[in-house]
């Protein structure tokens, strides 16, 4: 059993960026939708069930660590440009979506705004430590 506290090294990140003027209701939905694209683009990033000692089984998640960071507006935009041109995995989360109620009206509200107008208030990417570090750059570790 000697190790099994010893925090592994992935090769890979995963980590959520969210603008830091939003209410924390706001940060806590934001980050769990775009955490389930992740999850959904990439099932190798999900673990085994968990079952406790009664045998009770639960769903699997990721199998490493979710980092959450925040930054302004201009640091979203930064980011958002840095995962695109590094072609990362990438989901995203637009203040359009707050006022929508399901998914087709949220994939519309994201397909009627060009790339570079788009009102970023959170995103996920997964891929590389390095590149997703360098991604990052002036995002702070959310509190």
């Known amino acids: 059993m000697s190790g099994m506290n010893t925090p592994l090294r992935f090769a890979t990140k995963i980590a959520v960026l969210l603008r830091d003027d939003l209410p924390v209701w706001q940060r806590l939905n934001v ?3 775009l955490v389930s694209g992740l999850g ?3 099932p190798s990033l999900i673990g085994e069930p968990y079952a406790d000692a009664d045998d009770v089984t639960y769903l699997p998640m990721f199998g490493q660590p979710v980092l959450v960071f925040r930054g302004d507006r201009e640091t979203l935009t930064a980011a958002h440009g840095r995962a695109l041109a590094r072609q990362v995995r990438l989901a995203i989360f637009t203040a359009d979506l707050f006022a929508t109620g399901n998914d087709a009206d949220n994939r519309a509200a994201v397909r009627a705004v060009p790339t570079a107008k788009l009102d970023l208030v959170g995103l996920a990417v997964h891929g590389p430590r390095v590149a997703v570090d360098k ?3 002036g995002a702070s570790m959310h509190p």
Request: hydrophobic share 55%; charged share 20%; proline share 0%.
């Open 135 to 137: 991604i990052l750059k």
């Open 40 to 42: 959904s683009a990439d």
């Open 31 to 33: 980050t769990a939708f």
